[in-house]
């Protein structure tokens, strides 16, 4: 039987590299000298013989060898990560602890609501929640850095169950200039400034619904972006559940674009590695769905 010249440590370094950028961002990554990250993709090259990555200019790229040989390093690394989480699971049985990505857009209140249920029948499991957006949320997902998802379309290759649909209101302070329009049009709209949420995401981000607005603020979640409106600034598209009791107070005020008189998204659930579901994601999955019979 031959020995493997090179080690899943040295691919995954690799893997590293390109993901972040370079070898200084995968070092910082890694928390890994951008020395011993160098040397150890210096050397897989010279033990396969092939060059695997070329310098140009302060960025490494890859070569057409190397992107062939990237892609299905990811395979293997991948499934050896599943084999020791399925050893890990078939020794523990029930889940010491999940691991739950929640995109932000979905009601907080509803998932408290099936942990509540869960935390008399998790036997002490504890519970991670991990808020996420859009593109972030894919990664965790394909990942597998969690046990649970609730995310708006889910990558591809992945089944999932619909939890139903969010509404979005437009909305700003009384006191904006918006407010005296009955009826807005884009690009009025596009005039002001334009509060949105940050995509999670680390390897790519992806933009969602209307941006138009050349004057943008970028914060972190929806609460960050409501004391902004309060603050008399800005528009933005927030989940109705997070506004309608401000508006009702006549705190916010809900706008009318035409032509999106309605904005939704759909919410789904996702167990990212279902052939290793332990008993306790099983429970909190079952829980989660009876939320919206």
């Known amino acids: 039987m031959n020995q493997a010249k090179s080690t899943l440590e040295q691919w995954r370094i690799l893997q590293a590299v390109v993901d972040h950028g370079g070898y200084a961002q995968a ?12 040397h150890a993709v210096a050397k897989l090259q010279s033990q396969l013989g092939v ?12 070569t057409e060898t190397g992107e062939v040989l990237l892609r299905r390093s990811r395979h293997i690394t991948r499934s050896v990560s599943e084999l020791e989480k399925l050893a890990n699971s078939l020794e523990k049985g029930w889940e010491p602890t999940l691991i739950v990505a929640r995109e932000i857009i979905y009601p907080m209140d509803k998932l408290v609501d099936a942990l509540s ?20 949320t894919h990664e965790l997902i394909e990942s597998q850095q969690v046990d649970i998802a609730i995310a708006g379309t ?37 005039e002001h400034l334009q509060i949105v949420i940050k995509d ?13 607005a050349e004057r943008r603020w970028t914060v972190s979640n929806f609460h960050e972006a409501i004391t902004i409106l309060n603050k008399g600034l800005g528009f933005c598209w927030v989940p109705a559940h997070y506004v309608n009791e401000l508006i009702k107070n006549g705190k916010l005020h809900q706008l009318s674009l035409q032509g999106s008189s309605h904005r939704r998204a759909a919410v789904n659930l996702i167990i990212p590695n279902k052939d290793q579901q332990g008993p306790a994601s099983q429970l909190l999955e079952q829980l989660i769905l009876a939320q919206h019979l």
């Open 51 to 62: 060059s695997l990555l070329e310098v140009r200019g302060r960025k490494a790229y890859l």
């Open 27 to 38: 070092a910082q990554k890694l928390n890994k000298s951008q020395s011993s990250l160098n």
């Open 200 to 212: 999670t995401g680390q390897v790519e981000r992806t933009d969602f619904g209307w941006l138009k």
């Open 154 to 190: 889910p990558p591809k290759q992945y089944l999932a169950e619909p939890l139903g649909q969010i509404e979005f209101q437009l909305v700003c302070h009384p006191s904006h200039p918006l407010v005296e329009y009955e009826l807005l049009d884009d690009q009025t709209l596009a």
């Open 117 to 136: 249920q869960f935390e008399h029948q998790g036997r002490g499991t504890r519970i991670i929640i991990l808020d996420s957006v859009i593109s972030g």
